[in-house]
């Protein structure tokens, strides 16, 4: 079960970061306003979720990477109440209803920092 839950944390972050550079707009209006060089932003945390989807693959990595993505997801958290305080919707990007912009601040976003703490085992991946 380990193993499966780490190749698809790998494949979550190579599909997340990739997807920084398929459709940049989608992430970069979903950076706050505050923050300055939207678009260096945005391929710099596209590049970070690659590197550290590929360093979960290998086990002398793993636990380097799974602490990257946590500390990447708890930079990420300014941007998903910055979303919320603008009323859960970026035209460009995507609008939901205000319950699921908290829902995914408040739960998803642990879960998947809890997800990337379960796999940081090296050997989780070999077993």
Do not use: Q
């Not at 941007?79 to 939901?96: M, T």
Request: net charge neutral.
């Amino acid at each position: 079960m380990i193993r499966v839950l780490c190749l698809l944390l790998i494949g979550f972050y190579l599909f997340a970061g990739s997807y920084h550079f398929i459709n940049p707009g989608f992430y970069s209006d979903l950076i706050p306003d505050y923050l300055p060089y939207h678009s260096f932003i945005n391929y710099v945390s596209g590049v970070l979720e690659i590197v550290l989807g590929i360093g979960v693959a290998f086990p002398k990595t793993r636990l380097l990477a799974v602490k990257g993505i946590i500390v990447l997801l708890i930079l990420f958290i300014p941007s998903h109440i910055d979303f919320i305080i603008k009323g859960s919707c970026v035209e460009s990007a995507f609008c939901v209803s205000p319950w699921i912009a908290w829902l995914r601040l408040l739960i998803i976003h642990p879960i998947l920092m809890y997800w990337a703490w379960m796999i940081r085992k090296t050997d989780a991946y070999d077993t």
